[in-house]
């Protein structure tokens, strides 16, 4: 990096927060038809926090994006997305606490200004649709809202933002790349998968060896558990083995590629390995934004249900039931969060080879 010059220049507080423009930008509707309504402030200003917020997050999707952006990502870095991933987490922190300020106001009071603001919504946050689309939710993951493309409540520039970011990288795809790239799944005679599949197989056997052999389970108690067990082991089957695992893929139950499943799979078994050690974390951290923003939509929900009932929302929507979709269905990391169903308890892992074990640990030499 350059090392510049740092000048000194000198700016008043108010004028380098642009707090003029800031402080006013809240015009109550309620207000200007002559009938104010004291909560309005807060609605406003609630939604231009969120959307100041926003707008970090995705300052930071950017920049994890070009982290993973040029085919080839410096391990030293990871660490960086790890820490930018937590600090997204920490500021979704922020906004599911936040929706306690908002539920401060009643139904009731809503309603004194909620006809000023139709039909603005919230569906039309294009900053939300941006940080959607940077971390990686396809259009045809979308739940279907007014028969419509969801784009479709934006002007033309707005369409046109959201073509361009659809076409662009996003951060599931590039960390699917990278996933693809790990160099150790087949190392020499080592080959992961097929030595896993094997302690997978061991492990169902003996488990069902134990449910067959308990003399504590009714006949067909086993039998429904046996049946359990033979729906997980399909599971498996489904997801390690290429061909099923890309059928899977061309009918949309699963995202995450054969390859870098594996790769998830292998990083998240052998965590402690020095090497793969933030790999691991940054994993982690993926599935905890994704959960975060399941946890903020469903929350969302809950207070739209407080405040509207079944009442449908300013945008349109079916409001509750439709929100309480997108939680559901507006994962993009699922397949992230599968890899546990993948695991086997320890015991079950097929050992490292030695020379393996070092290339995956950090040592120094001096010659
Ligand atoms: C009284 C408070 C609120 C109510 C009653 C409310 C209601 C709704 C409703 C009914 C929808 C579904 C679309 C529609 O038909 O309008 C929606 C969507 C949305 N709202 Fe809110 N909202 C409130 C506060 C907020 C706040 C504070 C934010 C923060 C920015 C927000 C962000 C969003 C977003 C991003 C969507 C789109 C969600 C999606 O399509 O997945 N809302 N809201």
Redesign the pocket.
């Given at each position: 990096m350059d090392k510049k010059d740092i000048k000194y220049t000198s700016i008043h507080y108010q004028d380098y927060l642009q707090l003029d423009k800031i402080l006013n930008a809240q015009a109550l509707r309620s207000e200007e038809a002559q009938n104010p309504a004291h909560d309005e402030m807060l609605?406003i200003i609630?939604?231009q926090v969120?959307?100041l917020w926003f707008k970090q997050i995705v300052h930071e999707l950017h920049a994890l994006i070009d982290d993973f952006d040029d085919g080839k990502v410096d391990e030293r870095n990871i660490g960086i997305s790890v820490a930018r991933l937590d600090r997204i987490l920490k500021i979704q922190g922020l906004l599911i606490e936040q929706i306690e300020v908002?539920e401060t106001?009643t139904a009731l009071d809503?309603l004194e200004f909620r006809s000023y603001l139709f039909p603005a919504?919230?569906?039309q946050?294009i900053q939300?649709r941006e940080i959607e689309i940077l971390l990686g939710l396809r259009r045809a993951e979308r739940e279907n809202?007014l028969n419509a493309p969801y784009d479709v409540v934006f002007n033309e520039e707005g369409k046109k933002n959201i073509k361009n970011w659809e076409s662009n990288e996003n951060l599931f795809t590039l960390i699917e790349d990278w996933l693809e790239r790990t160099p150790f799944l087949n190392w020499k005679d080592f080959d992961f998968i097929n030595l896993y599949k094997e302690s997978v197989n061991k492990m169902f056997d003996q488990e069902k060896k134990a449910i067959q052999e308990t003399s504590i389970l009714s006949p067909e108690n086993k039998k429904a558990r046996i049946q359990n067990l033979e729906h997980s082991e399909d599971y498996f089957l489904q997801v390690l083995s290429y061909e099923k695992h890309e059928e899977q893929i061309q009918k949309g139950t699963l995202k995450l590629s054969y390859k870098a499943t594996v790769a998830a799979l292998m990083i998240n078994l052998y965590r402690e390995e020095p090497i793969l050690w933030q790999p691991f974390n940054l994993l982690r951290k993926l599935i905890e934004v994704d959960q975060q923003f399941t946890v903020w939509?469903n929350r969302?929900a809950q207070?739209?249900m407080r405040?509207?009932g079944n009442k449908?929302?300013?945008?349109?929507?079916s409001?509750h039931k439709?929100?309480k979709k997108?939680a559901d269905k507006?994962h993009v990391f699922r397949d992230f969060y599968h890899i546990a169903t993948l695991l086997v308890p320890r015991q079950f892992i097929p050992d490292l080879p030695e020379d393996l074990k070092k290339s995956l640990s950090f040592y120094f030499t001096n010659h």
């Open positions: 609605f609630t939604h969120y959307e908002m106001m809503f919504s919230g569906f946050s939300f809202y939509r969302h207070m739209v405040m509207l449908m929302g300013t945008g349109g929507s409001g439709y929100l997108t507006h």
